[in-house]
């Protein structure tokens, strides 16, 4: 059984950083995909970093140059947020499929985080 467990999130005034950590346990597949998602009040979830087992990643627009997600094989996955804005403030979820296949257009992961709370300050 795959489970997701996250730490981190928390309150940072707008230009700050954080740091969110999963710890991944149960996935055994040699192919996968890593990701982080996030849900602001009010609007729809959205995915904005993907990592695979290669260690090939990819960052939406949203967040490229701000956010970067890295992986611990497939011990644990981490997202590094600095240049933090107010419209980052959302529930972030960490998960993980056993298909290399996800992206932007096809991002239905099998497993998912708790989710934990981001809140930007100005």
């Known amino acids: 059984q795959v489970q997701l467990v996250q730490s981190g999130g928390g309150a940072v005034q707008a230009g700050g950083s954080l740091r969110l950590s999963c710890v991944i346990t149960?996935?055994?597949?040699?192919?996968?995909?890593l990701g982080w998602v996030r849900q602001a009040p009010g609007k729809e979830r959205e995915v904005i970093a993907f990592i695979w087992q290669d260690n090939s990643k990819s960052h939406s627009d949203s967040v490229k140059g701000r956010f970067t997600i890295t992986k611990e094989k497939t011990d644990a996955l981490y997202l590094d947020m600095n240049s933090l804005k107010p419209d980052d403030t959302a529930t972030y979820y960490c998960a993980a499929d056993p298909r290399a296949t996800l992206y932007y257009g096809n991002w239905d992961f099998a497993y998912w985080g708790q989710g934990t709370q981001v809140t930007v300050t100005s």
């Open positions: 149960g996935l055994k597949s040699k192919f996968y995909s």
